[in-house]
C-alpha cells in the first residue's frame, strides 16, 4: 500500500467517525427532546438563586432531574449539599461526570438515564429546567413519589397545581 492510499484511508475513517459521532449526537439529542426537554444551560443568576432559596443546610439531598453538563448538580454539591443529577444523554453525562471528578465533588453523583424511570422518594429537593408539555405528568410523578414538605425549584416552568410558594425572577419555587 502506498503513502497516498494510507493517507486517504485515514482521513476516509476519520470522517466516517466524524458523521457517526454526529449522527449519533443528533439521535440522543432528539430522544432528550421526545423524552423530555433539549439541553438548554440554566444561567449563572438562576443558579444563585436555586441556592439562595434552598437554604436548608448541608446534608440534604438534591436532584437536577435533567441536568445537562452538570452546571447545576456541582454549583448544589458546592453549597454543601449531597447533589445527584439523572440525564439521559450519554455525551452530556460524560461531559459531566468529568468535571465532577476533575473539580473532587465527592458530594455530586450524575446518573445516566430516564427521568420518568427514576424514583425521587429519597430527595429533599428537585430541581429542574425543563418544558412546558411535560409540566404537567412531571407534576403527577412528583405527586406520586415526594413526600409532603419536598421543596420543588423549577427554572421558568410552572405546574398546573402545585402550590408556588415563591417566584425570583425566572425561578419558581414550590411544595409538594
Ligand atoms: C433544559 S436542559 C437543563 C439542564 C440543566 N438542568 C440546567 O439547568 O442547566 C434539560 C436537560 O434534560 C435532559 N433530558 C431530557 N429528557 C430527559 C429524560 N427523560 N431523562 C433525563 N434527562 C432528560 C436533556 O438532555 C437536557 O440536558
Same mark, same amino acid.
Given at each position: 500500500?502506498?503513502t497516498?492510499?494510507v ?12 458523521l457517526? =459521532? #454526529?449522527l449519533?449526537?443528533t439521535?440522543? /439529542?432528539?430522544?432528550a ?9 440554566s444561567?449563572?443568576s438562576?443558579?444563585?438563586?436555586m441556592?439562595e432559596?434552598?437554604?436548608?443546610g448541608?446534608?440534604i /439531598?438534591v436532584?437536577?432531574? *435533567?441536568? *445537562? ?5 456541582i454549583?448544589l454539591a458546592?453549597? *454543601?449539599?449531597?447533589? #445527584? ?6 455525551y452530556?453525562?460524560i461531559k459531566s461526570? =468529568?468535571?465532577?471528578m476533575?473539580?473532587?465533588r465527592? /458530594?455530586a453523583?450524575? #446518573?445516566?438515564g430516564?427521568m420518568w ?8 429537593c ?5 418544558? *412546558?408539555?411535560?409540566m404537567?405528568d ?8 415526594c ?5 420543588v425549584?423549577? /427554572? ?14 425566572r425561578?419558581?419555587?414550590?411544595k409538594v
Amino acid at each position: 500500500m502506498t503513502t497516498l492510499n494510507v493517507i486517504i484511508l485515514t482521513a476516509a475513517f476519520l470522517l466516517l467517525s466524524i458523521l457517526l =459521532l #454526529h449522527l449519533f449526537n443528533t439521535i440522543v /439529542n432528539l430522544i432528550a427532546i421526545i423524552k423530555g426537554a433539549p439541553f438548554v444551560p440554566s444561567r449563572d443568576s438562576v443558579i444563585s438563586s436555586m441556592i439562595e432559596e434552598l437554604g436548608l443546610g448541608s446534608g440534604i /439531598n438534591v436532584v437536577d432531574i *435533567g441536568s *445537562g453538563d452538570g452546571r447545576v448538580v456541582i454549583a448544589l454539591a458546592k453549597a *454543601g449539599y449531597n447533589a #445527584h443529577g439523572i440525564e439521559i444523554n450519554p455525551y452530556l453525562v460524560i461531559k459531566s461526570r =468529568l468535571k465532577v471528578m476533575l473539580q473532587r465533588r465527592k /458530594n455530586a453523583r450524575i #446518573h445516566w438515564g430516564d427521568m420518568w424511570a427514576y424514583n425521587l422518594s429519597s430527595y429533599d429537593c428537585i430541581v429542574l429546567y425543563g418544558i *412546558g408539555r411535560i409540566m404537567d405528568d412531571l407534576e403527577k410523578k412528583l405527586m406520586n413519589e415526594c413526600r409532603s414538605g419536598t421543596l420543588v425549584l423549577s /427554572n421558568f416552568f410552572k405546574f398546573p397545581n402545585l402550590e408556588q410558594i415563591k417566584q425570583v425572577e425566572r425561578l419558581r419555587v414550590f411544595k409538594v
